[in-house]
């Protein structure tokens, strides 16, 4: 039975440390979970589960390299699959039409936050 206490969000990092423009990655939150990124874009930061629709892989290359070269979109690294930042959509590659999950984030006292719940693997009942 699931608690009906609400877990806490989880904090990830202080709110400055995510710049305008930059995209950063956290590891995930405990077994059955997959990690998660932000993108801090025109002033809003953006959350999505580090995980391709096409294949489930993460996305960057390296360490925060989530962000094309010119910065205007996400890129995975596997096979190139374009999304759009404001609501992850892919705008091209093996996965034409899906979209990366978004993540609810939030900021409080200075820290950006997303659901405790976040990147948890569906269950398979």
Do not use: Q
């Amino acid at each position: 039975m699931d608690s009906l206490i609400p877990e806490p969000p989880r904090a990830l990092c202080p709110a400055t440390a995510l710049a305008e423009g930059a995209a950063r990655g956290f590891p995930p939150a405990g077994p059955g979970f997959a990690g998660v990124f932000l993108v801090r874009k025109g002033g809003r930061v953006f959350g999505y589960v580090n995980a391709c629709p096409h294949l489930g892989v993460s996305l960057e290359w390296t360490a925060d390299r989530f962000l094309s070269a010119d910065g205007t979109s996400i890129v995975c690294a596997m096979h190139a699959a374009v999304f759009r930042i404001g609501d992850g959509a892919c705008l091209s590659g093996p996965c034409d039409g899906a979209a990366l999950t978004p993540v609810a984030v939030t900021e409080a006292d200075g820290m950006l936050c997303v659901p405790a719940g976040a990147g948890r693997h569906a269950k398979t009942d």
